[in-house]
Nanobody, 115 residues
Framework: QVQLVESGGGLVQAGESLRLSCTAS????????VGWYRQAPGKERELVAS???????NYADSVKGRFAISKHVAQNTVYLQMDSLKPEDTAVYYC?????????WGQGTQVTVSA
């Protein structure tokens, strides 16, 4: 079974940066798309950024210009570079991969941004 493992979360101050990693237990070459989602307490999970197999990217309006998604196929890893972090970015961040008709999810990594 394919597993996704997120890492890179932590506690930072507003304006600082973090880079999240999502590493798969197999090649991500066959993934139709990979997305980063986040869920803050009391809120619904939302899509933050996604990248397709062809490399097309998409971002939520709230993170455009601050976050960047990328992938390193040889390392089976998808990254989320988060710059100029704001307190409202505080959430558990999850990666999800579309493998055929199946959606895979990681366990999440906490990002906390203090004012």
């Amino acid at each position: 079974q394919v597993q996704l493992v997120e890492s890179g979360g932590g506690l930072v101050q507003a304006g600082e940066s973090l880079r999240l990693s999502c590493t798969a237990s197999r090649s991500i070459f066959s993934f139709k798309a990979v997305g980063w989602y986040r869920q803050a307490p009391g809120k619904e999970r939302e899509l933050v950024a996604s990248i397709t197999a062809g490399g097309s990217t998409n971002y939520a309006d709230s993170v455009k210009g601050r976050f960047a998604i990328s992938k390193h196929v040889a390392q089976n890893t998808v990254y989320l570079q988060m710059d100029s972090l704001k307190p409202e970015d505080t959430a558990v961040y999850y990666c999800s991969a579309a493998l055929g008709a199946v959606a895979l999810w990681g366990q999440g990594t906490q990002v906390t941004v203090s004012a």
